[in-house]
């Protein structure tokens, strides 16, 4: 292990350049054009994954998109027409495996953000974006210097950031009309 240094800090930087050379163009554009599509977005994920969803549901609801985080106590049932987006590194956690189940059976449309199109939650999305990275219950040195699954997730912040961008280009948004909808409850 490298202990940290200016030069392990350029090579975590290195990492996060090429995991994000790796996004695919279309890909963005197909999640932005999914979002505009549906009538509602749910976003879901577990632990890290999660906190990447959340900042990503803050960001489309500063786009004026209505956008629920699946758990919360005010989000409402999906059903169809809604859209599910799951950022899921492993593609196997229980409870994303169960939201996705449901979403599919009620006709809601599951996007899946992910290291794992093989996985549960790949075989059952309707659409499989894959990111680079190392999933936590596999770390290896060879694919990322930092701990368990810090690349994939850095990436999913990043990958869903540039969906942003995407989506503020359709929308002829930029950042003065999504403050409009920035918390003023602070």
Known sequence: MIPYTTEGSSKVAAELYHA?????????AGLAE?????????????GRSGLMGRAFAMRLMQL???VYVVGETVTPAIKAGD???IGSGSGETAPLVAYANKSAALHAEVVLVTLSAHSTIGRIANYTVMLT????DQADAAVSLQPMGSLYEQTLLLFY??????LMQMLKMDTSSMYENHANLE
């Open 20 to 28: 994000f050379q790796q996004i695919n163009d279309g890909e963005v």
């Open 34 to 46: 999914r979002i505009l599509k549906a009538n509602r977005v749910f976003v879901a994920g577990a």
């Open 64 to 66: 004026g998109i209505p």
């Open 83 to 85: 859209l599910l987006v």
């Open 133 to 136: 990275g190392a999933r936590k």
């Open 161 to 166: 950031d540039v969906v942003i961008i995407s």
